[in-house]
């Protein structure tokens, strides 16, 4: 049974970082985060698709964030950088055994998700 867990978040000032984790993989290796922030839809921030690990980004952390696995010790890790107010938001890791890189990071590729980790960067 897959059980993701976040950790990682946390209250940082604009324009510094934090590294979020994920736990709980077990082997999957289509991987993403989103985030979502109240009253928004949750939105795609970064993902891994299988067959040469190709990384995908939202438009809006491209250059900031790094999205990373740890395929031994089954974690997935999202380095944030540049912090932004506007990049506070509850951060979730996605996970699934099968995907096709759509052409943007889609919600709907992933069964497994953790309950997210919270960022907050005041403005």
């Known amino acids: 049974q897959v059980h993701l867990v976040e950790s990682g978040g946390g209250s940082v000032q604009a324009g510094g970082s934090l590294r979020l984790s994920c736990a709980g993989l077990?082997?999957?290796?289509?991987v993403g985060w989103f985030r979502q922030v109240p009253g928004k839809e949750r939105e795609g921030v970064a993902a891994?698709?299988?067959?040469?690990?190709?990384?995908e980004y939202a438009e809006f952390v491209k250059g900031r964030f790094t999205v990373s696995q740890d395929s031994a010790k089954n974690e997935l890790y999202l380095q944030m950088t540049g912090l932004k107010p506007d990049d506070t938001a509850m951060y979730y890791c996605?996970?699934?055994?099968?995907?096709?890189?759509?052409?943007?990071?889609?919600?709907?590729?992933?069964?497994?998700w953790g309950r997210g980790t919270q960022v907050t960067v005041p403005s």
């Open positions: 996605a996970a699934d055994d099968y995907c096709i890189y759509p052409g943007y990071i889609r919600e709907a590729d992933y069964a497994h």
């Open positions: 077990a082997g999957l290796y289509c």
């Open positions: 891994i698709y299988p067959g040469g690990g190709f990384k």
